[in-house]
């Protein structure tokens, strides 16, 4: 069974919303992400295999080292989800308009 982590489950922990943050910025080692954290290096760990494995994360090899990069295109399938629920919510908010006015309109 290909087990594969969802992207809405990955921004729902706070360390991992923390560490997109800190990607913006631009590409940082496990180490030097794992400095602006309390928690254990092999935690900070756990939290960047997550974000990597739901593609949120992309890895590249320098040398001895492997950076981080934020994968703004998944950053865009999040936008694009809640561009859809939004919209949805409006639609929601304007038949609830309609149904007060009709209310209203009643009572007069």
């Not at 981080?68 to 409006?90: G, P, R, S, T």
Request: glycine share 2%; with cysteine; aromatic share 8%.
């Amino acid at each position: 069974m290909d087990f594969r982590r969802d992207v809405f489950q990955a921004i729902a922990d706070p360390t991992r919303r923390a560490i997109i943050m800190l990607l913006t910025v631009g590409a940082m080692t496990p180490n030097n992400i794992a400095d602006h954290f309390q928690s254990s290096r092999q935690a900070v760990s756990k939290h960047i295999k997550v974000l990597t494995e739901c593609e949120i994360l992309t890895q590249e090899q320098q040398g001895r080292e492997i950076y981080y990069h934020l994968n703004a295109d998944k950053m865009k399938d999040i936008e694009k989800w809640l561009d859809q629920f939004k919209e949805l919510m409006a639609k929601r908010f304007d038949q609830l308009d309609q149904v007060l006015q009709q209310l209203k309109q009643y009572k007069k």
